[in-house]
């Protein structure tokens, strides 16, 4: 069943949302040093992969959302655009071309052709960290760029967060409250015009455990749809 919370459209000591800032990082962002140190690595590891901060993917103007935690080391980081390349992007793209979200064939490759449709695609996170585990200091950093993201597409309607750290970063991002909407995969958040969708994140480790199973991640995706179409 989809619980539905409603959260205060301000940040917590009730100033107006955060002001505007810049949507993309810089190819070589120096703002979190241990992430910094890993991308150079990778960078001299592997000259031909992307190993830079991944933008996001989609038309500023959708109307959905969608926020991942981190690029995968062999995913996005490797080719620059956001869950392409690993398993997470095999369920993601399935089921946005599924709901409409998406149109093309999806080849794991940035220049596949898929084109997403009233979607967009970013991240917590633009830089790839250790163990896919960015610590809460280089999430609070990212931040900027996520606030400024959301910030800047002015038709949206639906952000679906993928996991608790995607869940909670994007709270931040908005000025919203957090305590009046705790993440749980199937939670619908409502703030003024927007509604927040909590999904477990599509990583190949939550549907190997069946954490989270294809039919529970579609919908997710079901919903939002619904709710776009109503
Ligand atoms: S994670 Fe974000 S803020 Fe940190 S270095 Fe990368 S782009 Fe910059």
Known sequence: ??????????????????????????????????????????????????????????????????????????GANRTGRPFTGDFAGDLLYATLIEYGFAKGVYRARPDDGLRLVDCRICNAVHCVPPQNKPLPAEINTCRQFLTA???????????????????????????????AAPFMHGAVHKAGSLKLYDSYHCSRYNTNTRVLTPDMFRAVFAKVKADLDS
């Open 149 to 179: 993201t959301l910030g800047t597409m002015p038709k949206l309607r639906a952000i679906v967060a993928l996991g608790r750290i995607a869940h909670d970063s994007t709270l931040k991002a908005l000025g919203l409250r957090a305590a």
């Open 1 to 74: 069943m989809t619980t539905i919370s409603t959260i205060e459209n301000e940040t917590a000591d009730g100033a107006p949302l955060p002001a505007l800032l810049r949507t993309a990082p810089d190819r070589n962002c120096p703002l979190c040093p241990r992430l910094v140190a890993f991308r150079e690595a990778a960078r001299a590891r592997e000259p031909s992969w992307f190993n830079s901060p991944v933008p996001s993917f989609g038309d500023p103007a959708a109307r959905m959302a969608i926020v991942g935690l981190a690029p995968g080391m062999q």
